[in-house]
C-alpha cells in the first residue's frame, strides 16, 4: 500500500544522499501515520522529453513508481516498508534539486511537484557495496566479479529478474537493488514498461535503436556466461513468473487499480490492466526467454 500525502506531511530536508542517479533527489523527514519516516524524495516534472518524437509528453514516471511498488509488494518482493506520493510546494524542495529539474523537465519550473518518496533503509545499493570508493583497474575487476557473485547467490535474483521481465522494466541495473539480506530490495521503477512515455494500453517508446530486454539479466550474463540459461536459475524464473499471475489476481489487481484511480478514467485504468494481465501466458514467457519447459 502506497500512502497520498499533501505537503503538510513534509517535515523538512535532511543532508544530501551520499549518491544519487540521473533524477533529481534529495532527503527528507515525511509524516505518515503519525510518526517522522526518513525518506528518499524524487520530485517527477510532468512532462518530459520523448525519445522517440522529441516533443514534450506526459512523465508517468510517477505512476511507474507507485504500480511498481503495489505489483512488487503483491508478489512478495521486499521493497522499501513506507512509500508514497507527496505533493511539494517548489520552495521545500533543495535549490541545488530545482536546478537539477530545470535539466530533466520539458516544461518551464512547476509551482508544485509530485514526488515519489521511499523509507530509507539504510542499506547501500549492490554498486554502492561493492564498487564504493575504487579508482584502481585491477581492485575494479575484482569487486565487479564480487558483485556478480552477490547476485547470483541472491536466493531472490531469479524473480526479481522475471518480475521485471513481467513489467518491461527497462532500468533493473544492480544501482536499483539495495543490499538487505536474506531478500534485496527493490527501489526504482521509473522505467516500467519501458519508458514513462507510455499511454494506457500501450508500451513506452526509448527511440529508434532501443530492443527491448533485461538489464539484470544481461549484466549477469554478459560476467556469467549462460547464467540465466541454465538450471535451475532457468526454471526458477518461469516458476517465478507464473506466481504472479495468481499473485495479481490475488492482490496485485486490485493493489493497481487503487494507485491508477488517482490519474485515470475507468476506461484508461481497464486499458492498462488488460496490457499487464495480457503478459501472464506462461508458455510465451518461456518462448520468449529463449527457455523451453
Ligand atoms: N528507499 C531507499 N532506501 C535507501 N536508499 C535509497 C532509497 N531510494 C533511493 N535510494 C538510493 O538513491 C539512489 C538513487 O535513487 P533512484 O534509483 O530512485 O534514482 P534514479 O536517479 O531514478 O536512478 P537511476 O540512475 O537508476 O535512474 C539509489 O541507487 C539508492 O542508492
Ligand atoms: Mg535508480
Known sequence: MIHTLSSDAFAGALRAPKVSGVSPLFRAKIRVNGQSVRCYVKPLPDLIECPATRRPVDNQEIINEALGYVL???????????????????????????????????????????????QDMNHPNLVQKHMGGINLDFLQQRRLKRLVKHLIEAPDT???????????????????????????????????????????????????????????????????????????????????????????????????????????????????????????????YAKASGMFI
Open 72 to 118: 512488487a509488494e503483491a508478489c512478495d518482493c521486499r521493497v522499501p516498508e513506507v512509500a508514497g506520493v507527496i505533493l511539494l510546494e517548489r520552495e521545500k524542495i533543495p535549490q541545488q534539486v530545482v536546478e537539477k529539474l530545470k535539466q530533466v523537465g520539458a516544461g518551464p519550473l512547476q509551482q508544485n511537484y509530485l514526488c515519489w518518496f521511499s
Open 158 to 284: 531469479p524473480k526479481v529478474i522475471a518480475f521485471d521481465d513481467w513489467l518491461f522494466n527497462s532500468d533493473r541495473h544492480p544501482g536499483n537493488l539495495l543490499a538487505s539480506t536474506p531478500e534485496l530490495t527493490l527501489i526504482d521503477h521509473g522505467r516500467i514498461l519501458i519508458y514513462p512515455n507510455w499511454r494506457p494500453g500501450k508500451l513506452g517508446a526509448c527511440g529508434p535503436g532501443y530492443t527491448p530486454s533485461n538489464r539484470l539479466r544481461n549484466f549477469i550474463d554478459t560476467h556469467e556466461p549462460n547464467w540465466s540459461a541454465k538450471l535451475p536459475k532457468k526454471s526458477e524464473m518461469i516458476m517465478a513468473y507464473n506466481a504472479f499471475a495468481v499473485s495479481f489476481r490475488d492482490r496485485g489487481e486490485a493493489a493497481a487499480r487503487t494507485v491508477l484511480a488517482e490519474f485515470f478514467d475507468a476506461l484508461d485504468i481497464d486499458a492498462i490492466i488488460q496490457l499487464l494481465q495480457s503478459r501472464h501466458d506462461p508458455a510465451a
